[in-house]
């Protein structure tokens, strides 16, 4: 799998990460994410809106705004392993208890319910389309922005995300799981300024201490001509025009 693109814009937000000083800072140092840091506050998203997102949607969309209302994209892409993970879990809960459904929990625990939140706020009847494919997942949204740009598209908005996890599943996550809400957002166009080819892992990779869009976001910003992400079953290779 071979990759080429450009990106013309980013914003992103994590725990005591938010202005693009603070990730630029970032990215010279170790990529870690202080967990328990506060995350960055809402600029973009009506109140109301805002309070029927989870953190990591919540940053999501904000970003996403961010990006549609500098750059008016024709197509968005969310992309994210978890989704809606503590929802779900809260309502399976609720049933085991036999208790009430939250209607909101129930309204917005579908794995578009962040994507679609976007095209709603910004009043953009957008072509979108919500991704999730295990760690891999932001990988596999550039292959499908990849796509988009070559069926047409011109400036195709893609956001990461994700939220915290919850406890009742920490005993079958794998040791130095990434554990906290993010966002990155990432507005691409065609190009040969990235590429990127996928190829198959020889060996079992280390513990995870950061997901996909957040190490490659760390290279990227650290001005490296070449770098590589690792998978599940394929490392990414990047290199830098």
Known sequence: MKLALTILDW?????????AEHWRAWSGSPPAITADAALPPCAQLPMMTARRLSA???LAVDHGLALLRRHQPDAVIFTSRHGELERNQRILDALARQHALSPTDFTMSVHNAAVGSLTIAAQAPLVSTSLSAGEDSFQQGLVEAQILLKSGYSRVLMVDFDNKIPAFYHPFL??????FPYAVALLLTAGETLCCRSVRARQEAPPRVLPQSLAFLH???SAKTAFSITGERLNWRWSRA
């Open 11 to 19: 914003q992103a937000g994590a725990p005591g990460l938010s202005t």
């Open 56 to 58: 990591g949607s919540r």
């Open 174 to 179: 794998a040791p130095g799981t990434p554990d």
């Open 219 to 221: 290279h990227w910003l």
